[in-house]
């Protein structure tokens, strides 16, 4: 059966080899071994995958089926974990195929200089994902305590008559709708600075369309590169946030340790 | 004290749509040697979404590992599963049902239980 190859990380060769020797985990394709290929002491994380299924059209026609995506993508990650766990690993995206082995031999070299910096960049650091969320509900309700203006106008819609009263709340609502929006944004970025503070660098990610948990709505998704070493820190200045944040409704969720997805600059070559 | 600031933060195991993100969205991109359009990643992350919200669902087609990450699922995700689940409970005794009181139908039931693996592979082909 024709083969390719598909690949996970690439680091350096003299990092990766000795992880050989231990007991791997499971590749991409069930019954296949992870392997590795060097050149100029680089390496890359590879196993052996059928043709029919990552070759031009299969490939295409199976990113269309979820559930063959889902198994993959958790294995992609659990072999990325692995080895980004133990070395200094660059991560690649999601469906990296080579036909030849030699091919993969020539990528590397070809990107040497730029393969060796990333490493040296993320070498001892690890990516944490952290979430804002925030309880509409009660971000308004405190709002609506706090803010001088809008007690007044609430006191002035009291003693109202009830058309008057009608169109006062309404703008109270508006108002209190302008003010949490903009609670929303302020607190987002003094996340992102504060933490920033205690990272090598940060990363605003997309947010979905309705991403609600259990916490409320998603406000806003960052990803830090931090030091192994300094995660201490950085999980406490996410603490002191959490706790300066909560009694406004919003809640800090953190994800991580992931291997460095966000910090390898999308610099395709074509 | 630290154990109760600690409880602020909910530091959660990544789950499937964290993994998602982004393995199918970042991460150096290396040309190789087959052209891949991940173009349709949100739709993608969606219908494995769905897929998923169903742990039972998850494990049959063989990503039983996550049942460990406890909060895979959110609390809306678990009422979905367990909506589906009632279903099928409650399909299946329709199933039973019916064929207490007609003549059985050929094996219906033994098709359901087929390896999804083989159900893909037959659906490729076409």
Redesign the interface.
Known sequence: MPEAFYIYCLGEEGELSPLFDEKLIEAIEPGTKLQLIAADALAAVASVVPLADYGEEGFQARLAEPAWVAARAMRHERVLEHFASRASVIPLRFGAIYLKRARVEEMLHERAAELRSFIKRLRGKEEWGVNLFCDRAQLLEQIASLSPALREINERAAKASAGQAYLLRKKVDAQRADEARAEVRRVAGELERKLSAESDGVVRLRLRQAETAEHGDLAAKLAFLVEREGFKDFRAAAEELAAHYASAGFRLELTGPWPAYNFVAESEVR | MSSE??S???????G?V?????????????????????A?V?L??L??R???CSIDK?EQ???N??RYDSNLT???ERIEAENVDLRERLADLERQIQQLSAPPVPAASAKKVAA?RRR?AS??KS
């Not at chain 2, 199918?24 to 991940?38: E, F, M, P, Q, T």
């Open positions: 600031r600690s602020i933060i909910t530091a959660r195991p990544p499937l964290d993994v998602l993100d982004r393995i199918l969205d970042k991460g150096l991109v290396i040309a190789g040697d087959i052209k891949v359009s991940l349709n949100e993608l992350t219908q494995i769905i897929l998923v998850a087609i063989g990503l590992w996550w959110t609390r809306a999804p893909q659906k490729k």
